[in-house]
């Protein structure tokens, strides 16, 4: 009896700690990134990553041998990572809530929902992820309670116009771009533990982040940065940023990348419970009964027994 909780426990730990980290990153989109809007998005992306690299050198240098035995396709893997989750994810992302200036935010979570749509497309394709009538079941429900928690019987708000337009085509991209993230992320780190995968993913993105800042000319603005500012990005780096990514890479690497897309449908759930909180935006009966559809699909999804997954990191 005993060992089957033990069991049941460390079963949902990995979905879990996905769910923490999407949500540290809802508290970093509506908390902590609007401090950081006077700045240059390239820069901003730079200095972040930059900041986690340095904190998370000790690891590398710890298991600098583990380098040695990973293949052309795990550098390839975590090069993607980098990129499109590091560099253009999070730079479309911050540059799509700069637009809307952190007010219309419903154009810029709505398309985040997309998210898990192109995870498992990708993860179907790319990882050869199985996935039981279940889990779509779920899946499905849990984007349709994500949507009438946000929006209620309402529809999205472009009343901004081509900022909104602008932002939206930003959140598809970087929806896009997270996803692919995912499912490289699953397969980076099929050879290396979740520390080590942390911190080359960081660091890559740090390296192409600054090839990017040179070519824009942003990487001369760091004058620009105010005290508040750079303490603003040691919160995200020890935070929503490094630290999330940390336990993120913990939990992905013990369940397939689909589960997890669907557990990081808790970051437009952080989003909306915090607008609630911080600018009086009360829920209706109908987004209250989204949020408990939500609920109930990532848990029932966290629970669901994919054999496959355990393969891949055999």
């Known amino acids: 009896m005993e060992n089957n909780i033990k069991k049941r426990e460390l079963k949902f730990l990995p979905p879990a700690l996905v769910i923490l980290a999407a949500s540290l990153w809802g508290v970093d989109g509506i908390v902590l990134r609007p401090s950081l809007s006077s700045l240059p998005v390239p820069l901003v992306v730079l200095v972040e990553s930059s900041i986690v690299a340095i904190l998370l050198t000790p690891f590398f240098i710890k298991k600098y041998s583990v380098l040695k035995s990973l293949s052309s396709k795990d550098w390839l893997a975590f090069a993607g990572v980098a990129l499109l989750g590091g560099a253009v994810g999070t730079m479309a992302i911050t540059k799509a809530l700069f637009y809307v200036n952190y007010v219309n935010l419903s154009v810029v979570v709505l398309l985040q929902k997309l998210q898990p749509v192109f995870a498992i497309s990708f993860a179907t394709i790319l990882l050869k992820e199985k996935l039981p009538n279940e889990f779509f079941l779920w899946a499905g429900l849990a984007i349709v309670g994500a949507y009438f928690m946000t929006f209620g019987l309402s529809t999205p708000d472009f009343s901004t116009g081509d900022k909104t337009t602008i932002a939206a085509l930003f959140a598809l991209l970087a929806a896009f771009s997270f996803s692919s993230s995912t499912v490289l992320s699953k397969r980076a780190l099929r050879n290396v533990d979740y520390e080590m995968g942390t911190y080359l993913r960081f660091l890559l993105a740090t390296v192409i982040m600054i090839i990017i800042a040179a070519t824009t000319g942003d990487i001369n603005s760091f004058n620009e940065i105010t005290s508040k500012q750079v303490l603003i990005f040691?919160?995200?780096?020890?935070?929503?940023?490094?630290?999330?990514?940390?336990?993120?890479?913990?939990?992905?690497?013990?369940?397939?990348?689909?589960?997890?897309?669907?557990?990081e449908l808790a970051f437009p759930l952080t989003a909306v419970i915090l607008e609630y909180f911080l600018r009086g935006n009360i829920l209706s009966p109908v987004q209250w009964i989204g949020t408990a559809v939500l609920l109930?699909?990532?848990?029932?999804?966290?629970?669901?027994?994919i054999p496959t997954l355990l393969n891949h990191d055999k």
């Open 234 to 263: 040691l919160i995200i780096a020890f935070t929503t940023g490094g630290s999330a990514i940390f336990i993120y890479y913990y939990g992905l690497k013990k369940i397939s990348a689909s589960v997890a897309s669907i557990c």
């Open 296 to 305: 109930i699909s990532i848990l029932k999804v966290s629970g669901i027994n």
